[in-house]
């Protein structure tokens, strides 16, 4: 069975930093693309960045992108994403979604729980 | 970026009858080479990640049921639920990938019973 475990959100002041994991399991984790989707609270889904199955090709939403790096460790499985100089607006939950290709991007096939970020004073 | 415009914001139908969701992008979202549509549709229910239901525009993801299907091309797409049941409350979210690696969602349509 395919899992995908967030952890890492909390209540972090605006300007500061905090780093997402996504533990998976359940498929060959080096096989796949991974993504990092986000959701405002009562609002619709925005991709925030994506990986290649080797970490050859990375890419960020406008919104992110000098802020948030994407990273992965295939040897653990895991999926991760650095988010430094945070504001208000990225205020939300953070999904790890899974790609059906190796290669940066199609749609996504799984999804984990996701963690929620709250960037407030 | 392709721009993904989803129809109506919200609707409610009553149990047995038919929904239909509307999604439009801003530009084609058909490869000629290969004649796909890349487009997908999710399910999200209420306190739960989104769900694959649909890919390529028309495939049905293993295990949902045919009581949902995809249909439309280049940049008319629709999402049609035949019988609604209690279980299918959910906002319905299409996504396309045309435009890989820059990946966009619509702004979702929330089905209620009537």
Known sequence: ?121 | DIVMTQSPDSLAVSLGERATISCKSSQSVLYRSNNKNYLAWYQQKPGQPPKLLMYWASTRESGVPDRFSGSGSGTDFTLTISSLQAEDVAVYYCQQYYTTPQLTFGGGTKVEIK
């Not at chain 1, 500061?16 to 096989?31: E, Q, W």
């Not at chain 1, 040897?75 to 607006?89: C, G, I, T």
């Open chain 1, 1 to 121: 069975e395919v899992q995908l475990v967030e952890s890492g959100g909390g209540l972090v002041q605006p300007g500061r930093s905090l780093r997402l994991s996504c533990a998976a399991s359940g498929f060959t984790f080096g096989d796949h693309a991974m993504h990092w989707v986000r959701q405002a609270p009562g609002k619709g889904l925005e991709w925030v960045s994506g990986i290649s199955w080797n970490s050859d090709s990375i890419n960020y939403a406008d919104s992110v992108k000098g802020r948030f790096t994407i990273s992965r460790d295939n040897a653990k499985n895991s999926l991760y994403l650095q988010m430094n100089s945070l504001r208000a607006e990225d205020t939300a939950f953070y999904y790890c979604a899974k790609d059906w290709k190796k290669t940066t991007g199609t749609f996504f096939d799984y999804w984990g729980q996701g963690t929620l970020v709250t960037v407030s004073s």
